[in-house]
T-cell receptor, first 112, second 116 residues
Framework: AQRVTQPEKLLSVFKGAPVELKCNYS??????LFWYVQYSRQRLQLLLR??SRESIKGFTADLNKGETSFHLKKPFAQEEDSAMYYCALARGPSGGYNKLIFGAGTRLAVHP | NAGVTQTPKFQVLKTGQSMTLQCAQDMNHNSMYWYRQDPGMGLRLIYYSASEGTTDKGEVPNGYNVSRLNKREFSLRLESAAPSQTSVYFC???????????????FGQGTRLTVV
């Protein structure tokens, strides 16, 4: 069965410091991987997905199939990055990709 | 543009009572989802519907039932509420059709349910 693991519940950094939020997954096939973010009093929203290979708000994430990881990185954290971050995997039975599974989440706190 | 709308926003139930959480989306999406969010557990998938007329169990389906009423609406029912079902419930939708790749899921604002 597929699983998403985010080992850190809380990551606390100072403004300007580099950030890496860890995500590991277990799935034998080729998954679709995503990072979602939930800012205070806002809805959960997509931050980025691996297939797009994009940088959003300075964040990037690289899929490492050998290590089954999809870590989220940002070179210089900003206070407005403080939020709850969820790694997610999409894979379904019989080849479908509709089953969207989330990790436990990591709260990022950026201090001034 | 409303996106995904959940009702109610807050609810308190007594143990054993039943209730239905409503979810509707206006984006013509094919797939819809119900999650529960608990501290330290993240979002756990309860049920999902890959298309109108189909539903599948997620990670934690016990104690819940769902109905995909039409393409727009996906309801979650608690037949006999238990304190363990105290949680924040989120509905989501995505355009992905069965067998196609999920692009982006859009979420509702959540329903905070307390069972006493």
């Amino acid at each position: 069965a597929q699983r998403v693991t985010q080992p850190e519940k809380l990551l606390s950094v100072f403004k300007g410091a580099p950030v890496e939020l860890k995500c590991n997954y277990s799935y034998s096939g080729s998954p679709e991987l995503f990072w979602y973010v939930q800012y205070s009093r806002q809805r959960l929203q997509l931050l980025l997905r691996h297939i797009s290979r994009e940088s959003i708000k300075g964040f990037t994430a690289d899929l490492n199939k050998g290590e089954t990881s999809f870590h989220l990185k940002k070179p210089f954290a900003q206070e407005e990055d403080s939020a709850m971050y969820y790694c997610a995997l999409a894979r379904g039975p019989s080849g479908g990709y509709n089953k969207l599974i989330f990790g436990a989440g990591t709260r990022l706190a950026v201090h001034p | 543009n409303a996106g995904v709308t959940q009702t109610p926003k807050f609810q308190v139930l007594k143990t054993g009572q039943s209730m239905t959480l409503q979810c509707a989306q206006d984006m013509n999406h094919n797939s819809m989802y119900w999650y529960r969010q608990d501290p330290g557990m993240g979002l756990r998938l309860i049920y999902y519907s890959a298309s109108e007329g189909t539903t599948d169990k997620g990670e934690v389906p016990n104690g819940y039932n769902v109905s995909r009423l039409n393409k727009r609406e996906f309801s979650l029912r608690l037949e006999s509420a238990a304190p363990s079902q105290t949680s924040v419930y989120f509905c989501a939708s995505s355009e992905a059709l069965w067998g196609t790749r999920v692009t982006e899921a859009f979420f509702g604002q959540g329903t905070r349910l307390t069972v006493v």
